[in-house]
């Protein structure tokens, strides 16, 4: 009897063997995307279970009466073929018959009495127009641009794990040098003008400078390009390659609770009520979400609560998308000027606007039009209170979309008569397409504090479970969903005994 139910198990184990290990994988983001083509390139069976109706996460555009609005991408690390990010986006099919642009400078800053910073992407006219500003900030000036040009000559490493560390080491000292905020190096300069057009330019938030002089580094060595037709012809592209891999995304699908016996995850729980059940589970939603909600916070220890509790997310936006009936052509493409009427957003002034002119990719508005957009930082809470009564809320909203106009027509007397559409959305619209945790659009701000975490994309207690994407990668970025997603399948196809394989097409 016993020798029976031995090979009976035997057979079965042969059986179950022989199917492939099923994945489920939580949001079809970029991350969760990304996941599903190297999890189906390894030979998993995998289905992404999507809340939303169209595939891309924070990575999508939308169109208004001809005008298409751009909801994400500005610059793509991994557009050059030089770089090792390239090779990625090549297997999860984002480059292939994409045309890129590459920036002659990254953004136009002004002051108050005209003077005029142009963050050129070449470092030697960098340098030349910030001495012509600042002759006695030479010295200053030269190690900044001296910086820029060393941290050019280095490849993003696209592992992670030992070898990606090694690779990463000289990125990381150089992070460690920069990672003040660029207000506080900005000080540092001895002419007033430069202060003010320098801490314009790279402040964003408490971001460590480090993040900019990367991002020029990448520009200068003629990474970080924007690829024509912007971001929802990225997401599609990596949706149909998920498809040709053998994928299925089910939209309208809300995960709600993951399932777990034993401490292994085995399946999720829809909005629906509806279970799924698969041998693996990864979540490529928010982080919150997936920790505090989706697992009942019964899978977490202090390093991953400190996290949730010190770390800050990027603040969320009021993002103001514009279709102007006029040509701008000649205009910066982006440029950032102090208001002479500042106006208030809940408890946030706003002081300085920057706007991005639509004016290099010619599909963005029908021919002899420009789309432009306006990023507004703002409190999460004031937004909150206002959602309950939605009379206000739509009133705010206009009023912001009007004083956005109003601001640019500071510089551009004209254009307030040539506005055909206005599009405002809030940190609630955020929320609400993509479920990020109080709206935030990029994860985790790369200020000092995230510079020293290492966020695990495993749970305590928890195995057959990972998360990937910008909630386990400070710092967030298209990039980084796709490599902690490739992480993740890297160590499923290990507790699988198999070789990780990746192809191109
Ligand atoms: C204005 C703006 C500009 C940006 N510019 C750039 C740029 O130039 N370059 C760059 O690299 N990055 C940029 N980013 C950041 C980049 O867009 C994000 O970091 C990246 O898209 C995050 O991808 P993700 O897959 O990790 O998360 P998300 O895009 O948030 O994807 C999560 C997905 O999970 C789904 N989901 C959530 N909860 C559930 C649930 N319970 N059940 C089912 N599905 C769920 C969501 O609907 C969503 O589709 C920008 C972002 C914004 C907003």
Redesign the pocket.
Known sequence: MKALSLLCYRDIRQEVSSISPSVII?????????AGCYAQMNGFRTEI????TA??????AWKRKGYTF????????GSSPRSSMHRLWEEVGVIQGRTFITYEYYSQVLDDRGNRLILYTDPGRLREQMVSIAPKDERLINRIIHDIKKLSRRDMPVELGVSGFFGMLPIIIMFMKYRMPAQEIALKFKSPVMRELFASAFGWNDMSFAFMLWTMALMAAGDGG?AIGG?GPLSEAMAARYASLGGTIYFR????RILVKNGHAVGVR??DGTERRADYIIS???GH??IF??LEERYINKKIRDCYSDLDPFPP?V?VSLGIAADYSGEPHSLSFPLARPFAIGPTEVKRISIRIYNFDPTMAPAGKTTVNV?LETDYDYWKQLCDDRERYRAEKERIGKAVIDGIAELYPALPSQVEVIDVATPLT?ER????WRGS???WLLNKKALSVRIPQQLPGLSNFFM????VSPG??????VI?ARNAIRKLCGLEKRNFVTKRY
């Open positions: 939580i949001g079809g983001g970029v991350a969760g995307l990304a279970l999507e809340m939303h595939p891309g996460g924070l990575c999508t751009d909801g994400c991408l500005h610059w793509l690390v924007y971001s699908s809300r995960v709600d829809l909005a490529a939603a928010d979400a997936t909600d989706m936006l993002y990023m955020f397409y993509t479920g990020n659009y990029e994860g990937v994407g910008q909630w967030g970025g298209l990039p980084a969903g902690t």
